[in-house]
């Protein structure tokens, strides 16, 4: 049984009439009745069937735990891959997207707030404050609600509104002049019937190196937003509205820096004819100004104007014992990038791509009530989406030079226009039968008929006066930019079927076995880059705009355990996941030049077969009263199995010589690369009492307090960024990022003062790297964490 069933059970409960003043949750203590660290959610999942992690909210407050990189550092299976709004790669168990800018594909790993599946990784990039939870879904998803994911998903839950009054008030100062501003306030607008809940952030900061021509800081933070929610109660239904907005102006467009010259090496043991310094030297008449990464020489620099518009409806109305329940959202992504036009203070290209997403979905949802013989739920789900990027290179003043191409003037643009449709039509039901006190059987099915649409134009912008048009447009070409072209729009239908086969035994008190039987299917991705090949001018084909749809089958077994009163937590679970027609880039190398070389055209496509298996394990232990160890681990090995006809690496792709380059080579039984093997962590929090000893400051000082302190660590295996069939390879090395922190509060939970400190050690983990082409220097990915210090200061006013 996932975990949106013990959600709609409880969801259910709050829907009665005479339970509906919901009270709040709170922020800094567990649950009402539950000791230390074992919020309420925490405790739901030690009953559900299935592997969930969940990060509560007093560790997220206490830890200040903000994004979802910070909460990955709970979280070994996890990893968010935020680069920035467009390109971010959310991972479980090693697979994220499998191709492609994200704009028109599915992740295999889903996202859902409050009920409201979001596709787009735009959605993503935000601060998350006022939360209840957050935990990793894993296995095949949608059976329960929301919409379906083949591996898992990351779930989190805000806090719901109050009928008693409470504000709060936090503001945090750390290093490189960081500022964060959070505030929430809740209370009743009509007594016992209307509700209210806002909560806002401001998040303003340096980053950690300058960019030496503009001064700018990067990539540092420059971010905002609110949340607003109306609760109402009447005689059988409750009601919940909330509105979202945030906005982001960050410099999240230079996360790679230059390290070298050309270090590439061909297979067959050959170099580049010439070096990126080479060409730079004779094509521009330059020499390298710098080779620091983290002292860039940008031209053109600015920041990505990134915008989210959420609207969300829940309404739960009593059905004799059941409960009904319609989500209905709205959600809007925008995201315009101003990227660097070249480092060194070249202004050669500037590529970037301006997406607009807008979403709608509606979903209807029966459940009976927990605790039955029988429990089930039955629904409908709609979704649509619709998404329009315009990718362009703008060509700058040293175009022209570099690319040999006289008529390839400032400002003129290659654009390309992809549009991708997504509208799906599902219905689920999930049921849990309790055979006797010790075994239970959960089944789930979902049958969703979903069409996908896309199409990609190219059109470009010119000069007046510069030439002809077929000219301009050979000087574009030259510089490489795309001729005009249109693929029409292109249509692909699926009928697609999710399953679970989920049984629980519970051998003792203190033992549960459970395993899991999961298909999940995913449909095609639209290729919004899908380009139109041509060879001396002369078109050849289109590139397939909509891939395969991808297949998953799912095994699990695993094992949930307490001991000794509920103070030691230990859960276990082994999975196999294979994954058919899994969506990953290729290279069409059919299409060969005047000389017979290939043209080397990236698409979308399907591999024949990845193999997803490992170990997963988390728990808690209060060791004695106060002190609480929290750990949890993961083993993860994706594999390729039948990938016979992989890209190339640039070490295959030499020109030339006795023996031809080949076409293509095979990954078939080598791991997906820059996946660590191992990763866990292992963190502690410890409070004791310590009296009033601020008395005689005045009267808000004369209550007792309690100290506390708390550390975690999140260590990483080592990784390899580079392709496997690579001539040089290259290793993140094994890290360990480690936080801590201490402070006091008082007992009322009126006053929280905490001095923390993440990544103290400074470790910056490389998160890239590229060999460099006769074009392009060496580079690395610049890390995405550094040493922060800072203090937080936290008032609530009741």
Known sequence: MSSALALAAAVAAL?????????????????????????KRKVE???????????????????????????AQKLPSYNPGLGNPRTSRPAIRGVAKGAGAGDGSEFDTGFMVDNVFLKHVGFQWANFIDTESLEVALGPQGTNGGKNTTVGSIVIRTQLPSFQRKEVFETQFGNHLHVLQQFNATGPIIDDKLAYRIAAYYDKGDGYFFDQISGASMPGDNRWGVRGQLYYVGENFTDRLIFNYSASHEYNNSASGPIGDTSLIYANGTTPARSYFQNLQSRLGRSVLTLDPYKSLNTRLGTLDERQHLVSNELNV?????????????????????????????????????????????????????????????????????????????????????????????????????????????????????????????????????????????????VPGNGTIVEQVDAIVAGGGQRFYDTGGQKATLNALTGIFNPQYKATENVTFYGLVGRGEKAGAVNTGAQAIFVGGVFQKFQPVITKPEISWDYEIGVKTNWFDETLIINANFYWNDLYNFQTNFVDTSVVDANGVPTRQTYLGTAKHARLRGFEFDGRWNAYEGLWVNFAGAITEPRWIDFDDAPLDAAWTWSGGAVAAPTQVSRSHSRFNDVPTFAFNVGFNYERPLGVIFDGLGDWANRPVTGFTYANVAWRDKSELTDPTAVIHYWQDAYALINLGFGVRTDDDRYSLNVWAKNI???????????????????????DTVRTVGGTLRVKFF
């Not at 003043?21 to 660290?37: F, K, R, S, T, Y």
């Not at 030690?46 to 994004?67: C, M, S």
């Not at 429990?375 to 329009?388: A, N, R």
């Open 761 to 783: 050690a400074d470790v910056r983990p490389a998160t890239s790297f590229s060999p460099g082409t006769a074009t392009s220097p060496t580079t690395i990915g610049l890390p």
């Open 318 to 462: 009593e059905v004799g014992r059941n409960t009904f329940t319609s989500i209905t959202a709205f959600g809007k992504f925008r995201l315009l990038p101003r990227n660097t036009g070249g480092n060194n203070l070249t202004e050669i290209t500037n590529t970037a791509s301006n997406t607009y997403v807008e979403q709608f979905s509606q979903e209807f949802r029966l459940s009976s009530p927990e605790d039955q013989p029988l429990e089930w739920k039955v629904g409908l789900f709609s979704f649509y989406e619709y998404v329009w990027n315009r990718s362009y290179t703008n060509f700058g003043s040293d175009a022209a030079a570099w690319f040999s191409a006289p008529r390839l003037l400032r400002d003129m643009t290659n654009n390309r226009d992809g549009k991708a449709r997504d509208l799906q039509i599902a219905a689920y039901g999930n049921a849990t039968y309790h055979i006797d006190e010790q075994f239970s059987l959960t089944l789930g099915l979902r049958d969703s008929w979903e069409v996908r649409s896309g199409s990609n134009f190219s059109w470009n912008t010119i």
């Open 15 to 39: 829907a009665r009439a005479e339970e509906a003043q919901i009270a709040d949750v709170v922020v800094g203590a567990g649950a009402p009745g539950l000791p230390g660290e074992l919020s």
């Open 45 to 71: 999942v030690l009953k559900i069937p299935r592997p969930i992690v969940v990060v509560d909210p007093k560790t997220a407050e206490r830890e200040q735990l903000y994004n979802l990189r910070d909460f």
